[in-house]
Each structure stands twice: as C-alpha cells, then as structure tokens.
C-alpha cells in the first residue's frame, strides 16, 4: 500500500501563486510515475500533469501547459506542483495519484493510489 498526503491549497487571488506537495508513504515512491489530477464542483475529474519515475519526462493538460510545473523528489518521496498566473478557473480540489508502469497518463483510472486532495479557490 501507499499513501499520499496532499497538502499546499488555499485562497489566492488571480495572478498569484501556490506550491502544492504530495508526500508519499509506504512503498518504493520511484517504482511509480506521478500525476495531479483535479476536480471542480459539479464536474468530472481532468487531468493537471503527470512525470515519470525518474522525473525527465513531463505531461501537461493545455490549460495549464507554461503555467503549471510538476517536479518530484524521489529521495524526499514528495512529487509538487507549482502553480503560477492562476485563474478562476483553476479552482478545485487537486488530488495526487500514482500509476505503475505502461498506461496512459491522463487517465484517472490508470492511477492505482490516491490521495485526499487539498483544496484550490483562485478568487478574481
């Protein structure tokens, strides 16, 4: 089993900054690739971004593509996510998940761990 606890949210005006962090627990945190995920009120989950076990390879949905920047530490067992220039629309709750090897990145339900999200609220 892992764990993942998320943690970094909170209230931010447009234009401003968050660093969310996910810490991991449990199992070997490098066997896994790594992916944030996030969800608004009455919506589905959507993809954020995703980086490989080693941390060279990084996925970005478009929306966010040259504003947010996903980053692990495999020696901290933590994997972030910088958030710059956020929007409105950026609220959600934003959740961390790992996925073993092969599988498609933006597909929530590749992911085999989850964490219990922490909450984003960009106000305009």
């Known amino acids: 089993q892992v764990q ?15 660093r969310l962090s996910c810490a991991a627990s449990g199992r070997t945190f490098s066997n896994y690739g ?7 009120l009455g919506k589905e989950r959507e993809f954020v971004a995703a980086i490989n076990w080693s941390g060279d390879s990084t996925y970005y949905a478009n929306s966010v593509k040259g504003r947010f920047t996903i980053s692990r530490d495999n020696a901290k067992n933590t994997v972030y996510l910088q958030m710059n220039s956020l929007k409105p629309e950026d609220t959600a709750a934003y959740y ?10 933006f597909v929530p339900e590749e992911y085999a ?9 960009v106000s305009s």
Request: hydrophobic fraction near 40%; charge should be positive.
């Open 34 to 40: 790594a992916g944030w995920f996030r969800q608004a």
């Open 113 to 121: 761990y989850w964490g219990q999200g922490t909450q984003v609220t």
């Open 4 to 18: 993942l606890v998320e943690s970094g949210g909170g209230l931010v005006q447009a234009g401003g900054s968050l």
């Open 96 to 105: 961390c998940a790992l996925k073993g090897f092969g599988g498609r990145w």
